[in-house]
């Protein structure tokens, strides 16, 4: 009787799932959150379009060689930012070099080896590290990197100096220094100072806590199950970290280290107080002497005339663009990469 009876019901129609929001609360955080996004690229894009106003008169007057010219005389219409770029380069590949074994170091060791209470005290002391003002890092290393790291950059020019870069005709020979006499110990070493090398330690310090940060969170969203399944098959501590955790987090690696990258081209305070500005193409990362954009409109905007501003201008959206073309090709790298997914299915 009961299976003829079940035989006789209609067939149950599909039951419908809603997917528009339905509560107030649900419509009012969805018009927030797309009318933050919407904000945010309309400021950008004004920033963008303001520069680019602002750079007009500049780029008429320089035409093609502003990209090409080494010296920032705008009064005498010669200018071109040649030689601050390649500085403003350098200085975020030094940083770079010396932040991201730093900050992988420091990440891995803090989701992976530290105890729970020494692990929470890193995590504060490292997002801390990130508030400390960029005045304080530039002081620092003026008055204590500076007289110790001297030592240093005479011994990498006189082991290194050899090294030689053929692509690149500035920087034949990155670690020579010109005019310095290397055989006499007691010569001056005024010629190790404000380098591009001390610049960039400085920033890279100042970026580590940044890098770090994002590793952290993509290493601790590595599947717990691919986690328990290598030390099932015998992997070690770091047999796992290393076919698990740095495989999973290698899109984090690299978008962290590009935003520490794109972080280290705009600083300004730090690196102004720690180079002596030169305006030549400077490709001896140990000698005296280097620039950068953001330095170059920190020390010339009090001072510059209609079209010294207006090249200034032209300067920062050259930065501009080129931190955004960084950060645009982080946030590509990450979007397509496995890192922060989940697998524990």
Same mark, same amino acid.
């Given at each position: 009787?009961?299976?003829?009876?079940?035989?006789?019901?209609?067939?149950?129609?599909?039951?419908?799932?809603?997917?528009?929001?339905?509560?107030?609360?649900?419509?009012?955080?969805?018009?927030?959150? %797309?009318?933050?996004?919407?904000?945010?690229?309309? +400021?950008?894009?004004?920033?963008?379009?303001?520069?680019?106003?602002?750079?007009?008169?500049?780029?008429?007057?320089? %035409?093609?060689?502003?990209?090409?010219?080494?010296?920032?005389?705008?009064?005498?219409?010669?200018?071109?930012?040649?030689?601050?770029?390649?500085?403003?380069?350098?200085?975020?590949?030094?940083?770079?070099?010396?932040?991201?074994?730093?900050?992988? &170091?420091?990440?891995?060791?803090?989701?992976?080896?530290?105890?729970?209470?020494? %692990?929470?005290?890193?995590?504060?002391?490292?997002?801390?590290?990130?508030?400390?003002?960029?005045?304080?890092?530039?002081?620092? &290393?003026?008055?204590?990197?500076?007289?110790?790291?001297?030592?240093?950059?005479?011994?990498?020019?006189?082991?290194?100096?050899?090294?030689?870069?053929?692509?690149?005709?500035?920087? +034949?020979?990155?670690?020579?220094?010109? &005019?310095?006499?290397?055989?006499?110990?007691?010569?001056?070493?005024?010629?190790?100072?404000?380098?591009?090398?001390?610049?960039? $330690?400085?920033?890279?310090?100042?970026?580590?806590?940044?890098?770090?940060?994002?590793?952290?969170?993509?290493?601790?969203?590595?599947?717990?199950?691919?986690?328990?399944?290598?030390?099932?098959?015998?992997?070690? %501590?770091?047999?796992?970290?290393?076919?698990?955790?740095?495989?999973?987090?290698?899109?984090?690696?690299?978008?962290?280290?590009?935003?520490?990258?794109?972080?280290?081209?705009?600083?300004?305070?730090?690196?102004?107080?720690?180079?002596?500005?030169?305006?030549?193409?400077?490709?001896?990362? +140990?000698?005296? &002497?280097?620039?950068?954009?953001?330095?170059?409109?920190?020390?010339?905007?009090?001072?510059?005339?209609?079209?010294?501003?207006?090249?200034?201008?032209?300067?920062? $959206?050259?930065?501009?663009?080129?931190?955004?073309?960084?950060?645009?090709?982080?946030?590509?790298?990450?979007?397509?990469?496995?890192?922060?997914?989940?697998?524990?299915?």
């Amino acid at each position: 009787m009961g299976n003829d009876a079940s035989a006789t019901l209609p067939p149950r129609a599909p039951r419908t799932i809603p997917t528009a929001p339905r509560l107030a609360s649900d419509r009012a955080f969805g018009f927030v959150s %797309k009318s933050s996004g919407v904000l945010v690229l309309a +400021l950008m894009s004004a920033v963008g379009l303001f520069l680019a106003l602002r750079a007009v008169p500049a780029l008429a007057d320089a %035409k093609g060689s502003f990209l090409t010219t080494a010296d920032w005389q705008p009064d005498a219409h010669h200018f071109g930012i040649a030689a601050v770029m390649v500085g403003t380069i350098l200085i975020g590949l030094v940083a770079v070099l010396l932040a991201v074994p730093l900050a992988l &170091g420091t990440a891995l060791y803090i989701s992976e080896y530290a105890p729970p209470h020494v %692990k929470r005290s890193l995590v504060s002391v490292v997002d801390l590290m990130a508030a400390v003002p960029s005045v304080i890092y530039g002081l620092w &290393g003026l008055y204590f990197l500076t007289p110790h790291i001297t030592g240093v950059s005479r011994w990498m020019a006189t082991y290194l100096g050899w090294v030689r870069v053929p692509w690149l005709p500035h920087m +034949l020979r990155p670690f020579e220094v010109s &005019g310095a006499d290397l055989g006499d110990p007691l010569a001056s070493r005024t010629l190790f100072t404000s380098s591009t090398l001390i610049a960039g $330690l400085v920033v890279g310090l100042m970026v580590t806590p940044i890098v770090s940060s994002i590793m952290r969170e993509v290493f601790s969203r590595a599947p717990a199950g691919e986690r328990e399944g290598a030390y099932a098959l015998g992997a070690t %501590k770091w047999g796992m970290i290393r076919s698990v955790i740095l495989p999973f987090g290698v899109g984090g690696i690299i978008g962290g280290t590009m935003l520490g990258l794109g972080r280290a081209l705009g600083e300004t305070i730090a690196v102004y107080l720690v180079i002596s500005p030169v305006f030549v193409i400077q490709g001896h990362v +140990l000698q005296n &002497g280097t620039s950068s954009i953001s330095s170059l409109i920190a020390l010339r905007y009090g001072e510059a005339s209609s079209l010294g501003i207006s090249a200034l201008m032209a300067a920062g $959206l050259a930065l501009f663009l080129l931190t955004l073309l960084v950060n645009f090709a982080a946030a590509t790298i990450v979007a397509r990469s496995r890192s922060g997914a989940t697998g524990d299915a």
